[in-house]
């Protein structure tokens, strides 16, 4: 069965480095997206992207986020300069359309965030 | 701004002892209603998603319900198995279609 994968599993950095987190969506989705959830936090949104540019993005996007479709596999998210409140876990999800079960929403497992 | 607020937040069952979880929403027009299992230390694990009042839709023990206003999901009969953090979740019209979550309801069944 085709799943969303992420890697690494688990990230350490020190407060004010970069970090790339990176996800592999399932084949022939279209549309991506991350999300974060901070321990015992909901799930919440931060950038959706189709068609090789951002379509929405919360407030929680700033400038230090960025993410990119460096090939046609790979979606990544880079935060330029951590600090210690983007400690967190970090979701990659996708869907493949907009109709019928298409419009599912997939997550992958998830990439843990430590900023020390 | 699009709301969805769960309960209880934690739920503790006998094996077999069925019960209904709910999920209140606002949301300005609702495209679908999304249902996830979410276990400690993992990804959200897509469970239904519900397009319209009325529609109703089930998966061995789960089904889940939506009304113009909630959404249920029943449990029936459940094993420890299912044991597990339920996360519901609102996709607005007029947006990228991304997800607003709640906070989940925390089930805990015992054999």
């Known amino acids: 069965e085709p799943e969303v994968t992420q890697t690494p599993s688990h990230q350490v950095t020190q407060m004010g480095q970069e970090v790339i987190l990176r996800c592999v969506p399932i084949?022939?989705?279209?549309?991506f997206y991350w999300y974060r959830q901070i321990l015992g936090q909901k799930v919440e949104f931060l950038v959706s992207?189709?068609?090789?540019?951002?379509?929405?993005k919360s407030e929680i996007f700033d400038d230090q986020f960025s993410v990119e479709r460096p090939d046609g596999s790979n979606f990544t998210l880079k935060i330029r300069s951590t600090k210690l409140e983007d400690s967190a876990m970090y979701f990659c999800?996708?869907?493949?359309?907009?109709?019928?079960?298409?419009?599912?929403?997939?997550f992958g497992p998830g990439t843990r965030l430590t900023v020390l | 701004e699009d709301q969805v607020t769960q309960s209880p937040e934690a739920l503790r069952l006998q094996e077999g002892e069925s019960s209904s979880l709910n999920c209140s929403y606002t949301v300005s027009g609702l495209r679908g209603l999304f249902w996830y299992r979410q276990d400690p230390g993992k990804g959200p694990e897509f469970l239904f998603t519900?397009?319209?009042a009325g529609e109703e839709k089930e998966k061995e023990r789960l089904k889940a319900t939506l009304t113009k206003k909630e959404s249920f999901l029943h449990i029936t009969a459940p094993k420890p198995e299912d044991s597990a953090t339920y996360l519901c979740?609102?996709?607005?019209?007029?947006?990228?279609?991304?997800?607003?979550f709640g906070s989940g309801t925390q089930l805990t069944v015992l054999p």
């Open positions: 979740a609102v996709q607005a019209s007029g947006s990228a279609r991304q997800l607003t």
């Open positions: 084949s022939n989705h279209l549309y």
């Open positions: 992207f189709y068609n090789n540019e951002i379509s929405e």
């Open positions: 999800a996708s869907r493949g359309g907009t109709s019928g079960t298409t419009r599912w929403q997939f």
């Open positions: 519900l397009y319209s």
